[in-house]
């Protein structure tokens, strides 16, 4: 067998390990111009980095709890574990574990698909007061992300408020208000599941800059606001114009359905800009334009995520992303990039595909030559001496089981482990 071009992808959400399937194109080939075709005609081997232990990125901890079908895709990333020449390094982090400029000497081709772990900012007073925070970081708690499980979200005020009105937004104003009883049946972090319980949180407000007609929500997940037990939705007709779009006439059903006096609600507000967050300790008010003043202990900033830089790699500190064309890294050899950080943070997941199908079209037009990384048992010994407590995929899969176990003790599809320790100690033995 002639040598593998070996490719090393750092991040293991549904760009990396799309971009890792397509170059382990499996039996079918791949999708192009509306038929399967094959792209790779050579034999590749990839490893794939993530500095967490579980992979899957956003499938993990950001899709919400109680949309479980968005998460079927990980059956598409679980195959990989299976495909011949496939390697996962979890708990390795690229620029502290191993140098960039280290990655490229060992590999014949590097894939950065780290995501946006970032947020864009408000830009006015108060945005920073304890009981402010990005809805990125919320998401990631409710989530079970190890790095935000100890966060203390307090939700002792009756309201909450979340500027920004995309499908994120619409995510974490369903999940304050969801009865337990329906949280109970899904894998949401279990220190979140507690907090909820006790949350006093019976308002959220949403506000939305622009009129209706710019919400950057989906339809389907707007209607999925109606259908919630127990949960009034509360529209101004007054807000919302003539219907010219699906997105309006769901709004104008909304605002002309009489509300039935339940015990929760979400206030769908727009042409309604935050002014300043006020407080002396914690957030205790929102100031929007016309001079109305919302009490409140909870302000979720839902205004976008942002890339974040990776040193040693070429960035766009304007638009948080890695400067490209059509995937290939500027101003470097063999380095390439998909997903968010590539792009900038749009699209949904499967978006991903099609964005990593056409950075490794890139990697495979530039990959000519002779392949000269090092060998797979070679990497290995050299992670092992950086970071000897890294996790294989059969350490993953080892996790992932006792996961679905501890579920469906508990009528869940998983609950998940949430501390670092815990995991490394499940997944290494």
Not at 336 to 350: D, E, L
Request: aromatic fraction near 6%; charge should be neutral.
């Amino acid at each position: 067998m002639s040598t593998p071009l070996r490719v090393a992808i750092v991040g293991a959400g549904p760009a990396g390990l799309y971009a890792a399937s397509h170059l382990l194109e499996g039996p079918g080939g791949t999708y192009l111009n509306g038929e399967l075709q094959y792209l790779v005609h050579r034999h590749i081997e990839v490893d794939v980095f993530d500095r967490l232990v579980t992979p899957w990125g956003l499938v993990r901890h950001g899709v919400a709890p109680d949309h479980p079908e968005k998460k079927l895709v990980h059956t598409v990333f679980d195959a990989l574990h299976h495909r011949p020449g496939f390697r996962y390094y979890g708990n390795v982090e690229i620029g502290r574990d191993i140098l960039p400029s280290e990655l490229s000497s060992w590999y014949d081709a590097v894939i950065y698909a780290i995501g946006a772990s970032g947020d864009n900012r408000l830009g006015i007073a108060g945005e920073d007061l304890p009981g402010s925070w990005s809805a990125r970081e919320f998401v990631a708690w409710y989530n079970g992300h190890p790095e935000y499980r100890n966060a203390e979200f307090r939700l002792d005020h009756e309201r909450a408020v979340i500027i920004g009105n995309g499908n994120v937004a619409l995510d974490v104003a369903r999940i304050l208000t969801l009865p337990i009883a329906e949280l109970e049946r899904t894998d949401i972090a279990p220190h979140a599941l507690a907090a909820l319980r006790n949350s006093a949180v019976r308002e959220v407000v949403l506000l939305g800059r622009r009129g209706p007609e710019h919400a950057a929500f989906n339809n389907p997940e707007l209607e999925e606001l109606g259908d919630l037990p127990g949960v009034d939705i509360v529209v101004d007709q007054a807000d919302v114009p003539n219907a010219s779009s699906r997105k309006l006439a769901t709004l104008r059903r909304f605002a002309e359905r009489p509300l039935r006096g339940h015990d929760r609600r979400i206030v769908l507000r727009f042409s309604t800009s935050p002014l300043a967050i006020s407080g002396r300790e914690r957030v205790e008010s929102v100031q929007v334009t016309g001079g109305e003043v919302l009490d409140t202990g909870l302000v979720l900033r839902s205004i976008g995520y942002f890339g974040l830089p990776i040193e040693g790699i070429p960035f766009d500190a304007g638009r948080g992303v890695i400067p490209n064309e059509f995937g290939r890294v500027a101003g470097m050899d063999k380095t390439y990039v998909t997903g968010w950080i590539k792009r900038g943070p749009r699209g949904i997941i499967g978006t991903n595909k099609k964005c990593a199908r056409d950075t490794v079209r890139t990697l495979l037009a530039d990959a000519t030559g002779p392949a000269t990384g090092l060998p797979a048992t070679e990497v290995e010994r050299l992670v092992r001496e950086r970071r000897p407590d890294f996790v294989n995929a059969a350490g993953w899969l080892r996790l992932d089981d006792h996961e679905r176990r501890l579920g469906r003790a508990a009528n869940q599809p998983r609950r998940k482990v949430c501390d670092p320790a815990e995991q490394l100690s499940l997944a290494i033995g």
